[in-house]
C-alpha cells in the first residue's frame, strides 16, 4: 500500500508539472474587473508553480494586477491590469519581479487607446488608466500612425522606463481595434 500511495504521489507530481502555464485570477470578481491592456514580462528563473505563488503575493499587494498566467517553460508571465486603474509602468514591474526573487528581462504591452500627436511625438493614452506615454520611434510601424489619431487602436509595444515614474513605447505594432 506504502509503494502504491508513492507510486501515485510520483504519478501526480509529474503530470502536474509536465503542465508549463500556470495562471490564476486573484482578485475578488476579475472576470468583470479585468481590463483590455496586459503586459508581458520575461524572467530569469520563474521555474516551478512556487514561483507564481511568489509573484502572486507581489502583484496583489500592488492592487492593480486582475490577472496573470504564467509560461514557465518561457519564462515569461502575462498580466491582465484592472480595469480604471493606471498602469503599472516597466520600473514598477521590473521591482516586482526583482522584489520576488527572479531577474527581470524584456517587458512589451498590449494595450488599447488613443493615439495624438503633441507637437513633434505620438502620445498613447491607454484606455480607462488616465496616462499617456510617449513613442520612442515609430520606424517598425508599416501604417502611419498619423491616420490613426483620435481612433481606438491596439497597440503592441516594447517599454522602456522614461522620465521618473514612466515609460517610453517603441511601437511593434498598430491596428484600429475591433
Known amino acids: 500500500m506504502k509503494k ?13 508539472s509536465a503542465s508549463s502555464v500556470w495562471g490564476k485570477d486573484i482578485i475578488e470578481d476579475a472576470k468583470t474587473l479585468k481590463g483590455v491592456n496586459k503586459a508581458y514580462i520575461r524572467a530569469d528563473g520563474l521555474a516551478c508553480y512556487f514561483c507564481a505563488y511568489g509573484l502572486e503575493r507581489f502583484f496583489r499587494k500592488s492592487g492593480k494586477v486582475a490577472a496573470y498566467d504564467m509560461n514557465m517553460k518561457e519564462g515569461v508571465v502575462e498580466i491582465t491590469f484592472i480595469k480604471g486603474k493606471p498602469l503599472m509602468v516597466v520600473g514598477e514591474l521590473h521591482q516586482i519581479v526583482y522584489d520576488a526573487g527572479y531577474t527581470p528581462r524584456e517587458t512589451s504591452y498590449e494595450l488599447v487607446g488613443k493615439l495624438e500627436k503633441s507637437g513633434v511625438e505620438y502620445l498613447f493614452h ?36 522614461y522620465q521618473g515614474n514612466s515609460m517610453a513605447l517603441q511601437p511593434i505594432s498598430i491596428e484600429t481595434a475591433n
Open 4 to 16: 502504491l500511495t508513492m507510486l501515485l504521489s510520483l504519478v501526480l507530481i509529474t503530470v502536474i
Open 126 to 161: 491607454p484606455e480607462g488608466t488616465g496616462q499617456s506615454f510617449p513613442f520612442k520611434s515609430v520606424s517598425a510601424l508599416t501604417i502611419d500612425p498619423a491616420k490613426l489619431i483620435g481612433k481606438t487602436v491596439t497597440l503592441k509595444t516594447r517599454a522602456e522606463k
